[in-house]
């Protein structure tokens, strides 16, 4: 019973905006880890070729974490006002 | 001729004259009396409340995001900036201890309460000034119904943080300068040769591969971007520096997009304009589709630059403010919780504090390589 007064007592916009940073998260994971395994296989393949490769992971890392940044801020904005 | 601190190779001699052992163990020794001093300090510091006591994570988070017309430092010390604002009556300047030591509480009809500042006609409310008149007037949901100022142009922490950037960044580069005026072009020495590898590393790697033929046309701005936005960065990452959250602000980032914008639009020749109005090699009703994209996308590219710096370092703020609060949530539990905790949390806040210097530097070159990018669209030549 207490769950589920507990459950009822956050509204239903801040229950899905949390819900939404959540899939931000699996969303970013999934993109920089698709970014980490093709610079790692890379590397692999032509070793001389590391620190272009690395420089260039970094930056489509960076830009794929702004994106997911923009459903976290969208998110804040829903739990706050 | 050879001075007194230089070995027969010309290097400095400062590896065969100082006993670093000794002097590793000195800073040993005052790191652990420092740490010991703070802990005690620390007890005494408060922690933020809502109104009936309990510790309130978000507020407290929220309120070392936000904007403030103090620098807050440590327990009551703070740095009270002048709050300038222009009203009806005209131009008011004065100190805002004037406000922040004048709380008062009221109650909404609803029966929650609610704190402000009062002094004189002016009454702040989480931060916004507005006129006193009778005194503050709330709606149901806690809003205050007073008419705001008319402008409201104080020194607020946000700002006093873009002075001391400006500062650090002027010392730095007119230093650099005076250094290569005075050399020529010998070798750099001190600062010079700590800025040069920067330097040219914005022009060779970000600008000129970006822009091609009038890459330095642009080199400057780009230059004065980058640093502004690092410099910014790294002083919001500082701790007891007050919580400057410069670029971090929409409003900052805002005019630094739109600057962008502005430079975009007005050095865009013919061929750029053509190739978002009327793009060539494109069937037509593939045009239709495509022409609302593109104009859509003149405005979106500089907002999308906005939002990234902005949701990155806010958010690379948000959590390290959220490992301290762990900390106070499980305090309030019970102390030794509170101690337990803190040592995993502080250590992942250190943790949190170094990826934030690589996101610092990393945001800051985002943004000059895609702003250098946007440049080179707009004066690209016809291929």
Redesign the interface.
Known sequence: MDLLTVLLEVSLSVGLAGLGAGVAAIAAGLGIGKIGAAALESIARQPEATGDIRASMIVAAALVEGVALFAVIVCLLVVLG | MRNVYENEHGNSKIWELCDFKKIFAQMKKGFILFLAVFALLSSSVSAASSEDGKFNAGEMI?HHIADAHEIHLIGDLAIYLPVIVKTDNGWDVFSSSHLYHNPQTAETPSGDKVSYYQYGDYIMFHEHLYMAGDGIELNDEGEVMNQAVAIDLSITKTVAGMFLTILIMILIFTSVAKGYKKRGVAAPKGLQSFMEPLILFVRDEVARPSIGKHADRFVPFLLSVFFFIWISNILGLIPFLGGLNITGTLSVTMVLAAIVFIVTSINGNKHYWGHILWPPGVPFFVKLILVPIEFAGIFIKPL?LM??L???I??GHIIILAFVALIFIFGEQSASAGYGIGIGSTLFMIFMNFIELL?AF??A??FT?LSALYFGAAVEEAH
């Open positions: 929220m999308v939002v990234r902005t949701a990155n806010t958010a996101v990393l945001q070159y985002v390589l």
